[in-house]
């Protein structure tokens, strides 16, 4: 198993597909590595390829204000992507593009260890949690897999374009951190 620091290195050399070619910084995943909590979205947007920090633009200051709501911070957690470089115009990560990175996000969760994933949007559901996943109907319930609680929940990008899925992720966050402190009661 690799350690972080070769982690890192591989994702900041990777040429693997040719989003390589168009971006500025690859995005490591960022957060408390020891808290066993990991949020997944789909890839970096426009602000993390010019910091190579994941959600720090519009979505990112609204998965903060989430967060805040049910009293957690970024330190609470490990948030990565699916995708560490940014797809142009910040258009859905291809399949092939999701292959390449994906081996990145596997050593990434074996070193996390977590006890609940969090998939932010529907392209990390359906890469996640099931092929099919309808984050419209789906989002908010739980499965358990591999001793590990997964679930799905809107993209805050999805909130910003229709502010009236606000309501279903402020009650999606309240059901994670419901999930998180029975997860850590029972350790």
Known sequence: MYTWEELYHFINHCNRCELCQTRNLPVMGRGNIQSRIQF????????EDIQGIPFVGPSGQLFD???SLVSMTRNDLYLTNIVKCRPPHNRDPKES???ACIPYLKYETLLVKPLVIVCLGRIAAKRIICSDYRITQEHGTWIYRKNCWLTATYHPSAVLRDARKMDDIIKDFESI?????EVKAAQ
Not at 40 to 47: H, L, T, W
Not at 177 to 181: A, E, G, T, V
Request: net charge negative; aromatic share 0%.
């Open 40 to 47: 997944i979205s789909e890839a970096p947007g426009a602000q």
């Open 65 to 67: 204000k989430l967060l």
């Open 97 to 99: 593009e999701q292959e």
């Open 177 to 181: 951190k419901q999930k998180i402190d």
